[in-house]
């Protein structure tokens, strides 16, 4: 049975998918277990593959950017989240961005982080599973052909950025394990509980100034009419676009929730009072990782960015509390005073300095004033 209000598409069959494949991600066997696992799953199914393997970064990027993608019905990513996120920004730089984005995108968890993927496996209802059984459960319901809607999420930055995100945007402790553990790749999802103790051991506080829009309870719903002659910045600094609806054709859609990163933000607005924070997390799907159930109430396109951040002065034993209960999805219920959590629909991060790591769907981004 189906959630209401989710509305499902069929692939058609026979159906023709043009495979992006990343050999090196994870612990690199993607190409192995493609052959080994889904390729005979999809043959029964009458889906026809090409496979594209990549030899670079931003490989993936440029081909969905540049192809002709009509001969195909459906986009696969055999990787990690980062290829996805090269995919989706590829194809958001693509002139017709407005149709092609309706083609359907499928994720095959070939990587070590895999958040799409164990959410997609958690929405669908089935067990909490890893390694091969997650990549069997999500050949499956690509087998079945079903698609729906997901929510991306709108990233600019004080540079002049423009960044669609489909995961989640992190600066602080989570986001230092994650590019920290990278050295440790060829040991698959282990690289995160390494790199977890080893950034406890060296616990840091971060300075800055967070802002949010709180998800009311129209949300899920669209937002209401802008004022037409309030300027919205794009991402590219000093360019304003044209009010929402006026839009040129092919031109990125507007941040209509968002004033300017150089101004304050709106007075409807929420400010945190405190400004030293040992993490910050905007995740729109349910897992960070195959082990980290970090948004139990997240959905696929809930309109909605689960915001978490963590105060300064929690202590290291308390935090890997947290962790070790994330893992169930069960850290809220810790009630842990040093760990905030809010449902917003726009968000603002003001670091004080440019100290620490950001991500934005587990890259690496510089550290800068940034909202979605």
């Known amino acids: 049975l189906s959630p209401p209000g989710d509305s499902y598409g069929v692939l058609p069959r026979p159906c023709r998918a043009l495979v992006l494949l990343n050999p090196q991600s994870g612990s690199g066997r993607a190409l192995d277990d493609f052959q080994a696992v889904v390729q005979p799953m999809l043959a029964e199914a009458e889906i026809a593959t090409t496979i594209f393997i990549t030899e670079r970064p931003h490989h993936a990027h440029e081909k969905v950017r540049d ?48 958040a799409l993927a164990a959410s997609i496996n958690y929405y669908a209802g089935y067990d909490h599973v890893a390694k091969k059984k997650l990549l069997t459960n999500c050949t499956f319901i690509l087998c079945k052909g079903l698609h729906t ?93 044209p009010p929402a609806g006026t839009d040129a054709p092919g031109s990125l859609p507007a941040d209509s929730l968002l004033a300017p990163l150089g101004q304050p933000v709106p007075a409807h607005w929420t400010v945190v009072p405190e400004e030293e924070f040992v993490l910050v997390y905007a995740i729109y799907q349910s897992h960070l990782g195959t082990n980290l159930l970090m948004a139990p109430a997240a959905r696929l396109h809930d ?17 890997l509390k947290l962790f070790l209960a994330m893992s169930r999805g069960t850290h809220l219920d810790l009630n842990c005073p040093h760990l905030c959590y809010v449902p917003v629909r ?27």
């Open 67 to 114: 192809e002709d993608l009509s001969q195909w019905d459906t986009l696969v990513v055999m990787s990690g989240d980062g290829l996805l996120y090269e995919v989706v920004n590829g194809l958001m730089e693509r002139p017709d961005w407005k149709d092609t984005m309706k083609k359907p995108l499928c994720i095959l968890p070939g990587g070590s982080g895999n």
């Open 149 to 241: 809607q997901m929510d991306l999420v709108s990233l600019s930055t004080a540079s002049g950025k423009r960044l669609f995100s489909f995961l989640g945007f992190g600066w602080g402790f989570i986001s230092d394990v994650d590019i920290d553990s990278e050295k440790y790749r060829w040991l698959g999802s282990a690289r995160f509980t390494l790199g977890t103790l080893q950034c406890l051991a060296k616990l840091r506080v971060y300075q800055g100034r967070l802002s949010y829009l709180p998800a009311g309870p129209e949300q899920g719903t669209a937002p209401a009419p802008r004022d037409p002659s309030t300027p919205v910045t794009n991402g590219k600094a000093g360019h304003v676009l």
């Open 303 to 319: 309109g909605c960015i689960h915001l978490f951040y963590m105060k300064a002065g929690i202590s290291r034993v308390a935090l």
């Open 346 to 372: 726009a968000f603002r991060l003001e670091p004080r300095v440019a100290a620490g790591i950001m991500t934005v769907d587990g890259e690496a981004l510089a550290c800068e004033p940034v909202q979605g």
